[in-house]
Structures are given as C-alpha cells and as structure tokens.
C-alpha cells in the first residue's frame, strides 16, 4: 500500500509531465547523498522526492539528517537536483576554476617566533656592533628581523624599537648597513618565505622601506630623528644612501629631522653644517666610460640617488657605464666640482704680470692635470678627479676590474679590500710554488723543507763561499802579513731615501694584481695608494716594495716619472 504522502507527488509530476515551467508552481526537491541511503529499505524513490508541500519535504529531512532541500519553480532543474545535488557539482567546478587563478598563498615556514630571551640576547649584539654573530643570527632564522604580520620585529616592547632603531641609538653605522643591506636582500626574503612567492624584490623593497620609515611609538620619530638629533653623522651618511630614506617625516611635535639637528648634543657649527649637508639632496658627480672603450670618457651630469642617471640607451651607440663617482655633495657645489673637473682654470699666458708662487703652483697643477688626461686614456680622468676630491673633501669611488668593486684607496675600507685580494694571491702564488717543488723533486727518500725563498740568507751563503785570502801566498800563518789593497777609485756612492724606508720582501718571487708580471692595473694602483707602512697592511707593503723594484731595474733613474707613464700606457 502507497500512502497518501507518497501518491501526491507522483500525481504532481504526471499532472506536470514534461513541462519545464508550471505558472505559480513551486518544487521542493529533496537530494539524500547515495552513501547514506539504505536502497533495500529505502521508500522514498528519486522521483518521490520532490514535493509541492514544504512540510512534507521537512519531514524528509529530519528522517535524513544528511538531506539536503531547494526549492524550484522549474520541474527540470528540480529533477536534477535530486538526482544528482548538482550544487555540490557546481561547488566543485568552482573550486577547480579557482584553483587557475594565480593566488599568492604563503605557507607556514619552519622558523620559529624567537623567544623574549632570545630577542633581548639579539639586541644586545646589536649594542655590542658584533657583525658576525648578528649577521648570523639573523640568517639562521629571519623571523629576527621581520615579525608574524611581516613587518619590523618589534625588539624593545614599550617604545616599539626595532633592530635598526637599537643599531643608531648605538651609533654603529656599519651595523645599520649590516641591517638595511640584509632586509632589502631578496635572497634573505626567500629564505623566509620560500620558494611559492615570486615576488622577493617587492618584499624586499617594502621591508627596507619599512625599516627606514617606521617612527617607534612615543615621539614617532624614524632612525633618521634618532640620528640627527644625536649628531650621529656617520649613521646619518648611512641613512640617507638608501632612495627610499625619507627625510621629510614629521614626528609627535610636527619637526622634520632638519628642524632638530644635534639638539640632543654639543652645538658643534661644523657637525650642524655637515648633517644639515647630508639631508638636502645629495648629489654625485660619475666618470662614464663605454664598455669597450670605444668612446672618450666624459664627465656625466650629476645625478641625485631618487633621481637615477640616465645613461644612453641606443642599441647602437656603445653602452656607457659609471666607473668613478665623486660626492655626496649639494647641488650648486656638483655643478662647481664638474666645471673646475671638466674645464680646469685656464693659463696665465701674460708675460708682463709677474707670477705669484701660489699662481706658479696653480699653473703646474693645470699642466700636470691636463697632462694626465691626454696620456692616461685608462686612468687619467680619475686620477684628476680623485685629487680634486680631497681638495673638496668629499668621498671618492672608483671601478678596479680585479677587485668587481669600487673603491677608494686612500681610506680604510678600500686599503682592506686591497690587502685581503693581495693576501689571497700571494697565497696562491706560495702554494703554487710549494706544488713546483713537490714535482721537481729527484730522490723520493730525501726530505725537502717547503720554505719561503730569503734573499738574506740566499746572500749570506754566497758570501761565505767568498774569501780575502790570496792562495797562492804560501805564508798565511800571521795576519799582520796579509796586504789590503784599495783600488784607485771607488764607485760613487748613491743615496737613495726610499731605499731606507724600504725593507727586503720576506716571501718568494714577485707577484701583481694579475701575475708574475706587472701590467697596466698595477702601475695605476701604484698611483693610487698612498705609501703603506709594513705593520698596517704587509701585503700591499709587499706589492709595492715589487714594484719599486721593477721602476728602478727597467727605468733610468734621470727619465723616470716621464717613462713610467709611457709604461703605464703601453702596457698591455
């Protein structure tokens, strides 16, 4: 026997056949997942399960908890519904389309919010400027860097003082760079969130703005408030190199960091005037040079870091790069420093006006300049610049092919970076040595000791071979018989005053930047680097002692300065 309930919807759907809209007409289907219907016991067929009564379609429901209703004013879809849930299809279908759609998803990486211990052990580090162990400790899990909602680590609750925050109020200057070099660092941000994320540059670039920008939360002042007003220049110098250091924030009082220079030190004029330098635009003065050196170089315009040089892009033309650069300096003195490099001060030809000495010096430094320029097609145009560099007392960089780099050899970093590539060949050139005297060796059970070569005691044993004695004297027993004879004339003495400050090389045959031999580079470093004592730097003492050398051996000592430069050009 059929029930009234189970007849009215049968009598519903003959009464509608086979037509797709019925007027005022609403369905109710009911769709029960296939795992959770018993098909032995089951009376509610497919067909049975669309109804024109809601109440009857409830009852449904509660007897399967799994059920799903929806209701239809068109039979078909009610039809379908029940056969197959086609929501469920549809919701599929829209999972997989989403799934096309290139979203960036970030997983969960392996490294571990640092513990408040750790942090203060973090910052503490940061005081005590120890770059190895900071540098470390941030690579080895970047999350002491950049917090869970990807913004600066926050390592002094309270104030909200973030690792750069900590590194200028601790005036350290290479600990920002460490910092502010490391955060923009792509690799560093793919350390941390893998390799899903493409876009590293743009997170770096966000990062690096944030940590310079960010204010700490009682005056909101950046890094750069901390630094001026402490008259921290260096860490001021350091700041504003990055383009994306903005100089015009103002913190909780409405004061730019212009407007409170060393108000928290010594009104030092000169420290005041300095600072006040580094926060207007700062601008540099480039040495541009083709890469083939098929063109002149040429003093390029000077540019400002926001401002980017734009250098020629013509496929045709050869592409010019920047190889030296002078600054940072304001803008009305870039313009006086490439005019007096460019066009230097013309020559007083007047014979009647008698020539002051300073005006006699100046007419020297011109020659000398223009001299210079005309000879040295490689170097001569840096080499003025350099010397008008420190007479305008400004920073100095220039490319070195051997080193990839640019430097300065007149400061500290720049002698370091030439002292650590000259130890890593004279290194090689002893190892290579040694490995020559391993091969040559003839009698397999015979030791041979691996030293240096000394020339001391090369010469001491040559002289031993050497004796006053005449051998065909057969009476040798007393001293007072022997004779000394002085010949008639005896070579004049030279006196040389390098030869005294110069100490005998300690170590094997000579060795230059780029072989046994010297070539162009080695001349133009050598007149670059200023004289080095042995204890400072004992490498480049090393190097330079070689080259005094091989000046006084190949060149005459009255024509020298003259030749030296020809060598320089000629060089391969």
Known sequence: MISENEQMPQTMYATCGNSNVSNGTVFHAVYIPEENVDTSTESYTKENRIYQ??????????????????????????????KTGFEKTNYTNNSTISTTVPVVEEKSNNFKVPRSQDLVCFRKLIKDGNLHAVKSTMWGNPRYLIGSGDTPAILQEGCRYN????????????????????????????????????????????????????????????????????????????????????????????QLPIDIICSRTCQDKELKKEIRMLLEDQYYVPVLRSDDNTLQPLIGEPFSPPNALSLNTDPISPRLEVRAFAGPMTKSRALEFKKKWKTPPRLNMTPVKRITEDESNMTNNCVNNLMLRLQDSEKGLERVGRDLAEEYQVSWKEYWPFLDDFADFRTTEGLMKLEKYLEDKFHDQLFSYCQNLNDNKTNSN???????????????????????????????????????????????????????EMETAEEGPATFLEGSLPTKQDYAVHNAVPSITSTAYPNIYRWQHNMQLVMKRDLPRTNNIRLIRRKLILTP
């Open 53 to 82: 009564d809601k109440a009857e379609a409830l009852k449904v429901i509660k007897e399967f908890k799994t059920g799903r209703l929806k209701s239809f004013k068109n039979l078909s879809e009610a039809e379908e519904y029940v």
């Open 163 to 254: 690792a750069l925050h900590i590194a200028v109020k601790a005036d350290r200057p290479d600990m920002c760079e460490l910092i502010l070099n490391t955060v923009g660092n792509a690799k560093f941000i793919q350390l941390l969130y893998g390799d899903e994320c493409k876009s590293y540059v743009d997170r770096a670039q966000i990062m690096l703005d944030l940590y310079l920008n960010t204010p700490d939360k009682g005056l909101n002042e950046t890094p750069l408030h901390f630094a001026v007003k402490f008259g921290l220049k260096d860490v001021v110098r350091v700041l504003v190199s990055y383009p994306c250091c903005i100089k015009t924030l103002p913190n909780k009082y409405k």
């Open 446 to 500: 015979s030791e041979i000791k691996l030293e240096s070569v000394d020339e001391i005691d090369y010469l001491c044993n040559k002289l031993q071979l050497c004796s006053l004695h005449n051998t065909d004297d057969h009476d040798t027993s007393s001293i007072d018989e022997l004779e000394f004879f002085t010949p008639p004339s005896s070579p004049k003495l030279i006196v040389d005053s390098s030869d005294d």
